[in-house]
Every structure is written in structure tokens, then in C-alpha cells.
């Protein structure tokens, strides 16, 4: 992505150099800061989002506001905002979705096994009518929310969450209001 821009932007600057060279006058398409008078403005409430890695429905990202920077996991149901450190804690889980799909797999009944991973609880399930898929939700009894994930997306997710600390350490250094 930051090669096509480098490479978009050369040969922009390419063209406005033929264009200057052949006599052809440029008009600029939008005038410089230097061309406008200082203004301060506030900026009180943002939301900056980061996608991550996303796949059918289901997305992660790395969500900043005025407030907090959250690991936000995602379907088309549901959103789950965790700390970076809960977020480790449950993409550890999630790498590990091949041995429990292999412990499950041709069973002729439904199976589950739940995992707690900080404040959240994984849980992977096997059913012969419904096929194999991973739940994260909070662990707290009356928690409603509950990201239910195909086998592929917690594996494309899993190293994802594994560096959530890093991700939103990163995004706050580069979006620092």
C-alpha cells in the first residue's frame, strides 16, 4: 500500500513536470498552509479505527478514542472491546483452535471446552449438525455478548491478539492528541 502511494505520487509529480515543461499552465488543485491563516482548532471527541485483519463478517481492529485504546473483535452480531492485555490473553487461546478442532472433530455428539483468557472466556464447540466454531465472550455470569468465530478467522485473528499490547502502543504514539 505505501509503495502504490510513493509510486502514485511520482508519477504525479512526473506529470505536472511534463505539463510544466510543455508550456501548459498548472493551475494548483489545492492552496498550501502556507497560503491560509493560522487556525486553532479543538478536537474533543475522535474515534480513530484501525482494521487489522478481517474476514467475511468478522473483524478485529484497534479502536482509539479520547478515552482508551480497545481491541475491538467483531461479527455481524456482535462487538466485544477488550484491553490490549485481555487481547493477548484470548488470541493465546485462539491459537490453539487446530488441537481442540482436532479433539472434536467426527464426534457424533455436540462438544464443548471453555477456556478462561483474562476476563473473557473461549469456548470451542463441536456440533455433527452445525460443524466446529469458537465463542469469546466476557466471563461474567450474565454476559450477552458473544463473538461466535468460524476456525479460520481464530486463526487469522489469534496472532493478531497475540500483539495487541504492541498494536495499541503503537497506534497511541501515532495518534497522539
Excluded: C
Excluded at 467475511?56 to 462487538?79: F, P, W
Amino acid at each position: 500500500m505505501l509503495l502504490e502511494r510513493k509510486v502514485t505520487m511520482r508519477f504525479a509529480l512526473i506529470a505536472l513536470g511534463l505539463i510544466a515543461l510543455s508550456g501548459i499552465a498548472a493551475l494548483p488543485l489545492a492552496s498550501s498552509a502556507a497560503d491560509t491563516p493560522a487556525e486553532e482548532f479543538t478536537i474533543q471527541e475522535y474515534n480513530f479505527e484501525w482494521i487489522v485483519a478481517k474476514s467475511g463478517d468478522a473483524k478485529l481492529r484497534v479502536e482509539k478514542t479520547q478515552d482508551a485504546t480497545v481491541i475491538r473483535l467483531s461479527n455481524d452480531m456482535d462487538t466485544l472491546a477488550m484491553v490490549p492485555k485481555d487481547a493477548e490473553a484470548v488470541g493465546a487461546v485462539l491459537a490453539k483452535v487446530d488441537e481442540y478442532w482436532k479433539k472434536m472433530k467426527g464426534s457424533d455428539k455436540d462438544m464443548w471446552e471453555s477456556v478462561e483468557a483474562g476476563k473473557y472466556v473461549v469456548t470451542f464447540w463441536n456440533s455433527p449438525k452445525y460443524g466446529f466454531s469458537v465463542s469469546v465472550k466476557a466471563a461474567k455470569h450474565f454476559a450477552l455478548s458473544s463473538v461466535s468465530l468460524k476456525r479460520d478467522e481464530a486463526k487469522l485473528f489469534a496472532p493478531h491478539m497475540q500483539k495487541a499490547q504492541k498494536m495499541a502502543a503503537f497506534v497511541d504514539r501515532r495518534i497522539a492528541l
